[in-house]
């Protein structure tokens, strides 16, 4: 069964601390695994897609890393501030003819939710 | 540059009453539009999708229903909610960057408590 789990479930850190978020896959085939971040009460915001061939994808103080041997990947966030607190959500493709494009079949995790203190 | 609008942000409605939530992109011609639900505690949950006007595709059996009347235009209807269609609802458009991927953007979803 294609299922993404995440953890932890839930996080807390000070602010400027770094921290590193955890997502198994067991998605079969892989297309591709993107990491969201979700404002409470907004839509999830796209922050890095990485394909079978890339194993590490930067953006700003976000880095998501990818090991399609393991299924794992995990998204390291350096530097903490508060605005960082919000639920990060992994998502992994899998191809499918079902969809318009490329879209493939997206397997949803449930997200860690972090909070960032001061 | 494109957008997505989806309103309303909350709604509060009554068992057995009709839903109506409204879902439009600018900026963009012939998107594939999604709705997903996310309810507490659990990933989100894709309720249709539509490649073209007048596409549907329902991906869970379910009270609710959707329809694109137009080519930026994504509505999700209901004629008689349950308590059960409580949750919160997004909208989603897809854009293809490169060759296997596409991009997902996500309205700002909509509260939706049924009591």
């Known amino acids: 069964k294609n299922q993404v789990e995440q953890s932890p479930q839930s996080l807390i850190i000070l602010e400027g601390k770094n921290c590193t978020l955890q997502?198994?896959?067991?998605?079969?085939?892989?297309?591709?695994l993107r990491w969201y971040k979700q404002d409470t009460g907004r839509g999830p915001v796209s922050l890095t897609i990485?394909?079978?061939?890339?194993n590490t994808k930067s953006n700003g103080r976000y880095t998501a890393t990818l090991d399609a041997d393991t299924k794992q990947s995990s998204l390291h966030i350096t530097a903490s501030q508060l605005s960082d607190s919000a639920s990060y959500i992994c998502?992994?493709?899998?191809?499918?003819?079902?969809?318009?494009?490329?879209?493939?079949?997206?397997?949803f995790g449930k997200g860690t939710k972090l909070s960032v203190k001061p | 540059s494109q957008t997505i609008h989806q309103w309303p942000a909350t709604l509060v409605q009554p068992v057995g009453s009709p839903l109506s939530l409204e879902c439009t992109v600018e900026?963009?011609?012939?998107?594939?539009l999604y709705w997903y639900r996310q309810a507490a505690g659990r990933g989100l949950q894709l309720l249709f999708y539509?490649?073209?006007?007048?596409?549907i595709s329902s991906e869970v059996p379910q009270n609710l229903s959707a329809s694109r009347p137009q080519d930026r235009q994504f509505i999700l209807s209901s004629k008689k909610l349950l308590l059960s269609d409580s949750g919160f609802y997004l909208c989603?458009?897809?854009?293809?960057?490169?060759?296997?991927?596409?991009?997902?953007?996500f309205g700002s979803g909509t509260q939706l408590s049924v009591l």
């Open positions: 989603a458009w897809s854009v293809l960057v490169g060759e296997a991927n596409e991009k997902l953007f």
């Open positions: 997502c198994n896959y067991t998605v079969s085939p892989f297309s591709n």
């Open positions: 990485m394909t079978f061939s890339e």
């Open positions: 998502v992994v493709s899998t191809p499918s003819m079902n969809y318009g494009g490329s879209q493939g079949n997206l397997i």
């Open positions: 900026g963009t011609s012939n998107p594939n």
């Open positions: 539509s490649v073209g006007i007048g596409q």
